[in-house]
């Protein structure tokens, strides 16, 4: 049962890494739009 929720949780880690790596790449790319605009 133990073993369960650790799976479960580094699988949830894993989880929110992707999420925050893809918000990431989404601002950065919103930021070079906005460079290219005004720049």
Known sequence: ????ILRGSVSQ???YKRLIDLADKR???HV???EKKHG
Do not use: A, N, P, Q
């Open 13 to 15: 880690k894993l989880f």
């Open 1 to 4: 049962m133990r073993r369960l």
């Open 27 to 29: 601002y950065d790319e």
């Open 32 to 34: 070079s739009e906005l």
